[in-house]
């Protein structure tokens, strides 16, 4: 069983930054690829990052997160943040902290097995 809590959520001024953060516990090898989801108002989950836990080569991103997002996790990988500069209104969702076994595969949120509560992330123009 794996447990994800996140924090860090807030509202903020477009332009502006945010890192979110996820804390782990639980089975590590249930855990190797953890990454962030995002819910905006009236739309379906996307994904938005992804990073393995032995990764050396950071993590993949999303085109919505591409150049304005990254991802990374601590030294003892148990916990992965979420670092988002230049925010956009239509960035305003709950974030979600996901995690799974293995880092390949679709990125539905049917392929994720272990998720957090969600981080509200409310971005003003």
């Known amino acids: 069983q794996v447990t994800l809590v996140e924090s860090g959520g807030a509202s903020v001024q477009a332009g502006g930054s945010l890192r979110l953060s996820c804390t782990a516990s639980?089975?590590?090898?249930?855990?190797?690829?953890m990454g962030w989801f995002r819910q905006a108002p009236g739309k379906e989950r996307e994904e938005v990052a992804r990073i393995y836990r032995d990764s050396m080569s950071g993590g993949r991103y999303e085109d919505s997160a591409k150049g304005r997002f990254t991802i990374s996790q601590d030294g003892a990988k148990d916990k992965v943040y979420l670092q988002m500069t230049n925010l956009k209104p239509e960035d305003t969702a709950t974030y979600y902290c996901v995690a799974r076994q293995f880092c390949v595969g679709p990125s539905s949120p049917a392929n994720w097995k272990y998720w957090g509560q969600g981080t509200q992330v409310i971005v003003s123009s």
């Open positions: 639980g089975d590590p090898d249930s855990r190797m690829c």
